[in-house]
């Protein structure tokens, strides 16, 4: 990430015309641009138009840049006003009256069936099959890292915007909920249940897979 | 802490790993919870596994720009510069 340090030095950079400095930015944050448009806009194409829309937003907003937010949210915040934008002009309804109340509808992070009874004699509401600790070098495996992108993809739009930008992204929780204007307690939820479904794909594919 | 606290079930536990790792379980939870990994092997692994799952999410991002995007990236800074 770009050393909050150095930020002024480049963003002066940026307004002298240095091309080095715009090709620096770039390599770091494109890449992340186009994939957090992508949880906006439906397509790739249209992901890579924000990003590309972005940039352009940068150079002609750099003059008016503070520094009072880091220049990464800066330029995430006018990404994200720009695919908002599109998405509405687009039609394209946002899940984002579903974001407001996710806790309607409950779900266990772990299949009921894993548990033994909660009226057990002796250990009531204990794993009745115990999660089984995973090899190291499986989860350092490609493969791994395709089941977990697939596990994410199929999950409900929310729940896959919450964990595309806190675990995927790196985001922290604050800035996830200005992204999505949610509550603290609602993007915990999401969260939670993203987490909770990827794991268990994650289990489903590592016991299938070796012993 | 000798304090009795009544136990959680696992079947609990798994519910409130998220809050926990952001830290939003409050005092007398966060201890039932702590109690709980010390003498739970299976949640022990389950809690692992959580963290585990967060840490390979984070590796998806390892995509480089590719040289075509990149060159049209920097015509578009110098046709923003030459304005």
């Given at each position: ?5 150095g930020?002024e ?8 015309g240095?091309?080095e400095?715009?090709r ?5 944050y ?8 992508r949880?906006?806009v439906p ?16 150079l ?13 949210t ?20 946002l ?12 779900e266990p ?7 033994l009874?909660p ?12 999660p ?5 070098d ?7 890292r395709?089941v ?7 999950l ?13 992204e790196g985001?922290?929780s ?16 999401l969260?939670?249940?993203a ?10 594919y ?6 | ?6 136990q959680l ?19 007398e939870?966060?201890?039932r919870?702590e ?30 720009l590719?040289p075509?995007?990149?060159?049209a990236?920097l015509d578009?800074?110098?046709?923003w510069?030459?304005?």
């Open positions: 990430m770009v050393e909050t340090a930020e030095q480049l963003v002066a950079a940026l307004r002298a240095d091309e400095a715009f620096t930015l770039v390599r770091e494109h890449p992340s641009l186009v994939r957090v448009a949880i906006y397509t790739q194409a249209a992901a890579e138009d924000v990003a590309a829309e972005t940039w352009l937003g940068v002609k907003g750099l003059d008016r840049f503070e520094g009072r937010s880091s220049l990464r800066w330029i995430f915040r006018i990404l994200t006003n720009i695919a908002k934008t599109r998405a509405v002009r687009d039609g394209r309804t899940p984002f009256s579903a974001l407001q109340e996710p806790g309607r509808v409950p992070a772990v299949d009921a069936d894993r548990f009874d009226e057990h004699p002796r250990w009531p509401g204990h794993w009745a099959v115990k089984a600790p995973w090899p190291e499986a989860l350092e495996a490609a493969e791994t395709g977990i992108a697939e596990a994410i993809e199929a409900p739009a929310t729940q896959r915007m919450v964990i595309s930008l806190r675990d995927v985001w922290s604050d800035e996830v909920r200005n992204a999505l204007d949610l509550s603290e307690t609602n993007q915990r939820v969260l939670h249940r987490r909770s479904k990827v794991r268990a794909a994650l289990e489903a590592l016991s299938e897979d070796g012993t | 802490m000798s304090q009795q606290v009544e079930s696992c079947r609990e536990f798994v519910e409130l790993v998220t809050d926990y790792l952001e830290g939003a379980l409050p005092g939870e966060r201890l919870f109690q709980h990994i010390s003498r739970c092997d299976g949640c022990t692994a389950y809690l692992e596994q959580i963290r585990q799952t967060v840490a390979v999410a984070g590796r998806l991002t390892e995509d480089a590719s075509d995007a990149e060159r990236l578009a800074f110098r046709g510069r030459t304005t």
